[in-house]
C-alpha cells in the first residue's frame, strides 16, 4: 500500500538555522505530495504541497521539491524562526484516495 | 471565510460509554472527512463523504464507530461503546472535491481521553 516515511523528531534548532526535514514515500500510483503543519493548539494547515515530477512548492520561506527518481519530497528552509516551531507532516494523495500521512516531525527552535 | 468547526474541543470519558462529535466544514464543500490521530503518529482516515453519501469508510471500526452527514453539511461522528484505545484527537477536514492536488482545510480537532 501506500506510505510516507519522515525523519524522527524531535528536531532542535537555533534561531536562523538551516532547516531540512527528510521524506519518502511509496505509492502506487503517481501521487501528489503534501507538507502540512500543526501549530500548538491547533489544527493541520497546508503548508505547500506539488502534483507532478520535479515541481516546487513553496510558502511561507518553506520549499520542497518533487523528486520521482528518489521518491522523496524533503522540506527545507534556510533561516527558521522561533515561529516555526510545530509539528510537519509529509502525506501523499494518488488521484481520488485518500491522504496517506507520515508520523510527523515536531520542531522546536530556540532563541 | 471561516474555517472547520468542531466541538467539542476537549471530551473525557469513561470506557464503555457513547461520545459525539459535531463538524461543521467550510461552506460549499462537498467533500468532508473523519480522521483519529493518536498521540505520536499520523492522522488515520476513518470515513469520507461525498455530499451525504459515504465515499470510503474501510478503516472505520463500524462495529463501535458511526457516522452521519444526512443533509449533506454537518457531520456527526459517534464512538459507542468507547474503549482505552479510542484516546486520540479527531480531526475534521472538508474540500470542494476529491481531486489530485484538492487541499483539505482541517479543524481544529476533538481530543478525547478514555479513562
Known amino acids: 500500500g501506500d506510505s510516507v516515511t519522515q525523519m524522527e523528531g524531535p528536531v532542535t534548532l537555533s534561531e536562523e538555522a538551516f532547516l531540512t526535514i527528510n521524506c519518502t514515500y511509496t505509492a502506487t500510483g503517481y501521487p501528489s505530495l503534501f507538507w502540512y503543519v500543526q501549530y500548538p493548539g491547533e489544527g493541520l494547515q497546508l503548508l505547500l504541497k506539488?502534483?507532478?515530477?520535479?515541481d516546487k512548492g513553496s510558502n511561507k520561506g518553506f520549499e520542497a521539491t518533487y523528486r520521482k527518481e528518489t521518491t522523496s519530497f524533503h522540506l527545507e528552509k534556510g533561516s527558521v524562526q522561533v515561529s516555526d516551531s510545530a509539528v510537519y507532516f509529509c502525506?501523499?494523495?494518488?488521484?481520488?484516495?485518500?491522504?496517506?500521512f507520515g508520523t510527523g516531525t515536531r520542531l522546536t527552535i530556540i532563541p | 471565510e471561516a474555517g472547520v468547526a468542531q466541538s467539542p474541543r476537549y471530551k473525557i470519558i469513561e470506557k464503555r460509554q457513547s461520545v459525539a462529535f459535531w463538524c461543521n466544514p467550510i461552506?460549499?464543500?462537498?467533500?468532508l472527512y473523519w480522521y483519529q490521530q493518536i498521540l505520536g503518529q499520523g492522522p488515520k482516515l476513518l470515513i469520507q463523504?461525498?455530499?451525504?453519501?459515504?465515499?470510503?469508510d474501510s478503516q472505520l471500526p463500524k462495529d463501535r464507530f458511526s457516522a452521519e452527514r444526512l443533509k449533506g453539511v454537518d457531520s456527526t461522528l459517534k464512538i459507542q461503546p468507547a474503549k482505552l484505545e479510542d484516546s486520540a484527537v479527531y480531526l475534521c477536514?472538508?474540500?470542494?472535491?476529491?481531486?489530485?492536488?484538492?487541499?483539505?482545510?482541517f479543524g481544529p480537532g476533538t481530543r478525547l481521553l478514555v479513562l
Open positions: 502525506a501523499l494523495k494518488v488521484g481520488n484516495e485518500k491522504l496517506t
Open positions: 463523504f461525498q455530499n451525504n453519501g459515504v465515499v470510503d
Open positions: 461552506s460549499g464543500h462537498a467533500t
Open positions: 477536514a472538508s474540500s470542494l472535491g476529491t481531486g489530485k492536488g484538492e487541499t483539505q482545510y
Open positions: 506539488a502534483t507532478k515530477a520535479d
